[in-house]
């Protein structure tokens, strides 16, 4: 009854104008990721609570998508289990496990169980499903060299052990292949030895090593929060160090994650990415969204002002032709936005442009056009008109300039409200009176600088 009653009264028309409204936010990312190396970390409950189901199946759409995947699992709730059931004992020293050599050969059924389940499921090719023809191959082996971690706090840890390295060029070769790479939480010596390691060790250092685009760590909880219990979604390093040295009871996975994604970052990998695993389709929503459903770590600023280049027309164009169809804006050619593209300044955020500027000169008076500004509706309403403004009027005056003058049709309050002041016609560089649009009648708006 409610399938049919939705049915009868929605339209088909929104979710399609909705699903390709989302497939065209989404192609820049398409572009973006394909040939790219992520590192995808996820810990044994996903697999023990039937939810790597609706995993795989996002990790085929990414792999379709030519997205290279290293794919790192845990397997401590199955540790757990089988440590119970034969009656050992479980011991942790800071959320370290004390490998004896019982808790060891529950560690290599426990993870071998995982691992061979994992597989099983990615390997799923039933028709009318998701992973219909997918064919994905999946390699895994002793890509992981692992040494000892020894004495901690006056406690021998055993076989209890850390990255020492990872095998890159094995690695990289399957890839190469087509391949997806599984990683278990297992290391192993030169002499032969198994060590017991943790999912967040494995990641960070295989995404470090690798020089991966992305390290995802899939966790109990949404990311990161503010003091407000809002969800912060993008971090810079500096920004997640101050996180964790104010906070008190942080969420056991956020002190796991956390200082393993400052890390990753600060060692070279582009992003970091901490979302839950709670949510079905959490990768493709913060991989594939503006605003993304977890946190984003990056050792830098998200967002960039910068002069613009001859490659960014094309982002320009998709920025600013929605704002000339409806007639914000004044409409551009590609040919003109290329014999112009020196006046224009764009904000960048992540690699995308979601806003831009141009200053057009008229140095006999003193005065430049600030033209063309706008920025993507998806990032209004957090400042971001503010700051490309004032980067504009500083940029203005290093030229030399005293006045900037603005026509608008559709924002005049926001102009007056950051003190521009209307002008009429007259009062404008006497060459640009000569380029006046008449049949548009512009509104004239100057600020002395």
């Known amino acids: 009854m409610p399938s049919k009653l939705k049915a009868d009264f929605v339209k088909p028309e929104i979710f399609v104008d909705v699903f390709v409204q989302w497939f065209r936010t989404a192609t820049p990312y398409i572009h973006k990721f394909r040939g790219k190396t992520f590192v995808v970390a996820f810990g044994g409950e996903v697999v023990s609570e039937d939810q790597f189901v609706t995993l795989a199946h996002d990790l085929n759409l990414l792999n379709s998508l030519g997205v290279r995947l290293v794919l790192v699992h845990g397997a401590r709730p199955q540790i757990e289990e089988e440590l119970t059931e034969r009656g050992a004992s479980i011991r942790y020293v800071n959320g370290l496990r004390v490998t004896d050599d019982d808790a060891l050969k529950c560690v290599k059924e426990a993870t071998g169980t995982v691992r061979v389940e994992i597989e099983a499921l990615l390997s ?7 992973m219909a023809g997918a064919d994905i191959r999946v390699a895994s082996g002793n890509f992981v060299t692992a040494k000892p971690m020894g004495v901690r706090e006056g406690v021998d840890l ?14 990289r070769r399957r890839l190469d292949q087509g391949d997806m790479v599984l990683l278990s939480p297992l290391g192993y010596s030169p002499t032969g030895e198994i060590f017991n390691l943790s999912l967040e060790d494995v990641a960070t250092r295989a995404a470090i ?8 760590f899939l966790m109990n909880t949404a990311g990161v929060t503010g003091e407000n219990g809002e969800l912060l979604h993008s971090l810079t390093t500096q920004d997640a160090e101050a996180v964790l040295s104010k906070a008190h009871g942080l969420p056991e996975d956020i002190d796991y994650f956390l200082p393993c994604a400052i890390r990753a970052c600060r060692n070279g990998v582009a992003r970091v990415h901490l979302i839950s695993r709670h949510v079905d389709g959490a990768l493709l929503q913060e991989l594939f969204t503006h605003e993304g459903i977890g946190t984003m770590l990056a050792e830098d600023t998200l967002e960039t002002l910068r002069p613009a280049t001859i490659d960014d027309v094309g982002g320009l164009l998709a920025l600013i032709e929605p704002l000339e169809a409806e007639g914000t804006l004044v409409r551009r050619s590609r040919e003109l936005l290329e014999m112009e593209i ?3 300044t764009v904000l960048e955020h992540d690699g995308l442009i979601i806003g831009c500027a141009a200053l057009y000169p008229f140095p006999e008076e003193q005065a430049a056009e600030l ?10 309403g957090a400042g971001r008109g503010e700051a490309l403004l004032e980067y504009m009027q500083v940029q203005a005056l290093e030229k030399g300039f005293r006045r900037l003058f603005v026509l608008t049709t559709r924002t005049a309050h926001w102009f ?5 002041i209307e002008a009429s016609v007259a009062e404008l560089p006497k060459a640009k009176q000569g380029l006046y649009n008449f049949q548009r009648r512009s509104k004239v708006f100057v600020k002395t600088l």
């Open 342 to 344: 020196e006046r224009f």
């Open 416 to 420: 007056v409200e950051r003190g521009f």
């Open 209 to 216: 090593d690798l020089d991966a685009d992305k390290l995802v």
């Open 158 to 171: 055993q076989h209890t052990g850390e990255v020492r390295k990872i095998d890159v060029a094995g690695i």
């Open 124 to 130: 799923m090719g039933l028709a009318n499903s998701p």
């Open 371 to 380: 033209a063309c500004m706008a920025v993507s509706k998806d990032y209004r």
